[in-house]
């Protein structure tokens, strides 16, 4: 067999499929034809189904960014997962989260998602809303922050749900006992960085004023400081100790509470599950069980004689 046999046989094997698919099609839409009442009413029923689910149950959604000042994402995590249980066993959502029953009942789900980081240069990338990252060499999960994606049948609720968030992190007993630890150390750490910028600057003036006499030489009628040399000396030390004082100073102003939101909820006033994407989902649902509807009634002697043989 050459080239040209090999051709001539994969050319009509090729042709063979499809004719079959072809046929196949011919014989779908024929189908279709013949059934064509029966598929027209389960449309109808999933145009139904697709406008009373996007009118009596409309849903919003939104995600909050948090930096977590304490703690790690994984613990947030975990804990933001129990929420969406909705009823605990001792207390409800509303309790929990400090909020009004009928905004904690218009919830429809709490979700978390660790970000990601993709050059592990402290900067969020992206969310792993699927929740599938597998963390390599240089991705990661961020350790300092969590998103929370938050499903709500109420657009005006998510103020309400992104307090009851903060006030059910602040009120852990174990993120407020790290909290606690954690503005200890700093003060400490801002105690002895003032005593040592104190100190530095003390022994700079002693340095400069111990010997005011002969500061100055003259070497072709130039004049050369000898006494701001020593003093200069100290100058790098202490404005790095201020630096360090001042960072510390700054964090501990901007988060000083357990969480601090970086991405508050924005809401868009068209819902997620909009009339649009409804009869899409529907009308896709109730054409496949129209379809599988219509086969039974056409091979309805068979599948019974079928049945009968198995009794």
């Given amino acids: 067999m050459d080239l040209i046999d090999i051709i001539k046989e994969f050319s009509a094997w090729v042709g063979n499929i499809l004719k079959s698919i072809g046929m196949g099609f011919l014989e779908f839409i024929r189908f279709s034809f013949q059934q064509i009442w029966v598929l027209i009413i389960f449309l109808i029923l999933g145009i139904a189904a697709a406008v009373f689910l996007s009118s009596t149950s409309k849903a919003y959604e939104s995600n909050l960014i948090l930096k977590l000042n304490v703690s790690d994402s994984y613990a947030f995590y975990e804990l ?11 207390q409800s959502l509303a309790e929990r989260l400090n909020i009004p029953d009928s905004v904690a009942d218009n919830i429809v789900s709490i979700k978390p998602h660790f970000v990601i980081d993709e050059n592990k240069n402290g900067t969020a990338d992206w969310i792993d809303k699927k929740d599938k990252f597998v963390e390599t060499k240089n991705s990661v999960r961020m350790r300092d922050r969590l998103s929370i994606t938050v499903r709500s049948k109420d657009l005006y609720s998510f103020p309400i749900v992104q307090e009851g968030l903060i006030y059910f992190y602040s009120n852990n ?3 407020k006992a790290e909290k606690e ?9 801002l105690e002895l ?9 003390s022994l700079s003036n002693f340095d400069y004023f111990r010997n005011p006499i002969n500061r100055t030489l003259k070497v072709d009628s130039q004049a050369i400081m000898l006494g701001e040399k020593p003093k200069q ?3 790098a030390d202490i404005a790095n100790l201020k630096y360090q004082r001042d960072s510390i100073q700054q964090v501990e102003e901007i988060h000083n509470a357990i969480v601090t939101v970086i991405k508050p909820f924005t809401v868009s006033k068209s819902p ?6 409804m009869l899409v989902i529907c009308c896709a649902f109730f054409l496949v069980l129209g ?4 086969l039974c009634l ?9 049945l009968n043989e198995k009794k």
Wanted: net charge positive; glycine share 2%.
């Fill in 298 to 306: 056409k091979f309805r002697t068979q599948i019974w004689n079928f």
């Fill in 272 to 277: 997620v599950n909009g009339l649009f994407k």
């Fill in 193 to 201: 960085l003032q005593r040592e910028i104190d100190r530095l600057d």
């Fill in 291 to 294: 379809y599988i509807v219509a």
């Fill in 233 to 235: 000396l100290y100058y």
């Fill in 181 to 189: 630890i954690r503005i200890r150390q700093q003060q400490q750490t």
């Fill in 173 to 175: 007993e174990l993120f």
């Fill in 80 to 90: 933001t997962k129990s929420l969406d249980a909705r009823i605990v066993s001792d």
